[in-house]
């Protein structure tokens, strides 16, 4: 009885069983050269939108054609006080604002525009930013953050929010950390045996580690998007 000729998928999956020590040494060598050289010649990441031809380009025109004074977005600054509307209290926000129109990004308001509640102990003041909230956090979360921290006294407790606040707030810890330490559980209770469970994702790590490092360098020829990294 004839065996069907052996796929090339199949000769090649044979050689690298043959060759597996010197296919996992290579595996490394090309992380290694990879992670360490990449970031050297990557580009610069980008958020562009505006991508001639597209729907968001056509819809980014519309609102510069119809709202020439819309903002890429807000934050949203909000304070309590005994008199939110108080002399002392607008003093504050006034500085408050000042220090965060240094950071790039972030425009400036007037505490007269602000809507205080009917009891008057609540504040609320858009503070426009004048560029996308995201860009912002990357380049300058940490700036702002620290602003934040420090901007409650006894007498006016203050708090942000906006985009630009969700994302300068994202934790350290990454929702892959999390699927990594998940998906590392559920294979140790199938496989039953910490290195059959840790193959596979040795393998995953060294796919994205190469991967994202030569997106990096992709990078440095054509714009690419920062949530490609």
């Known amino acids: 009885m004839s065996h069907p000729p052996e796929s090339t998928l199949a000769r090649l999956a044979r050689l690298m069983v043959r060759r597996r020590r010197l296919v996992v040494v290579g595996w490394v060598v090309v992380l290694v050269l990879a992670v360490v050289g990449g970031p050297r010649i990557a580009g610069e990441w980008s958020v562009d939108y505006e991508t001639p031809g597209s729907d968001s380009n056509a819809v980014a025109d519309t609102i510069k054609a119809k709202f020439p004074n819309a903002d890429y977005d807000t934050l949203l600054l909000t304070w309590s006080a005994k008199h939110a509307d108080s002399a002392a209290a607008e003093d504050h926000v006034t500085e408050l604002v000042r220090r965060l ?36 956090a990357i380049d300058h979360g940490p700036a702002i953050m620290d602003i934040a921290d420090s901007a409650s006294t006894p007498a006016v407790n203050v708090r942000f929010g906006g985009q630009v606040i969700t994302n300068s707030e994202q934790g350290k810890v990454s929702s892959e950390g ?17 290195v059959a469970a840790g193959v596979p994702i040795a393998t995953a790590l060294f796919g994205v580690g190469t991967a994202s490092a030569v997106v990096g360098v992709i990078a440095s020829i054509v714009a690419t998007p920062d949530w490609a990294e």
């Open 101 to 136: 129109h240094r950071i790039p990004g972030i425009g400036t308001a007037k505490v007269a525009d602000a809507r205080i509640s009917d009891d008057g102990t609540i504040g609320l003041l858009p503070v426009p930013l004048t560029q996308r909230a995201a860009n912002v």
């Open 178 to 194: 999390v699927g990594l330490t998940v998906a590392l559980l559920i294979l140790l209770l199938t496989f039953g045996s910490l």
